[in-house]
């Protein structure tokens, strides 16, 4: 039995929603979704909140567990974080652009002013 499954079948026994659960570990009804849907796997810490919550050793409930399913979720999530890291620096670039870009034309307009103003008062 994969870990997902064994935390559906376990939250049910108790009769509880993904929301009571995610409250009883301080997490969200989402995290508890994406655990029980293989989209992201809890952290060493939850697993241990988990395994006492159930009245269950850590080995009881990640026995079983599909290891290579666990590493290959891991790398699409540094796959993931790199696509992010490449695009929060992007992000950062263009920032700069535009505040180079606005400072530039901020200078040029107050040349224009100062020249426009000067030819007034010689009028």
Known sequence: MNFNEKLINLRKSKGLSQEELGAELKVSRQTISKWESCQSYPDFQRLVLLSDYFGLTLDELV???????????????????????????????????LIIGGSIAAIVILIIAYFCINAIFRW
Request: hydrophobic share 30%.
């Open 63 to 97: 026995k079983d567990i599909d290891v290579e399913e666990v590493r290959d979720k891991n790398i699409n999530s540094e796959k993931l974080n790199s696509i992010y890291n490449d695009v929060n620096t992007a992000k950062s670039i263009f920032k700069w652009y």
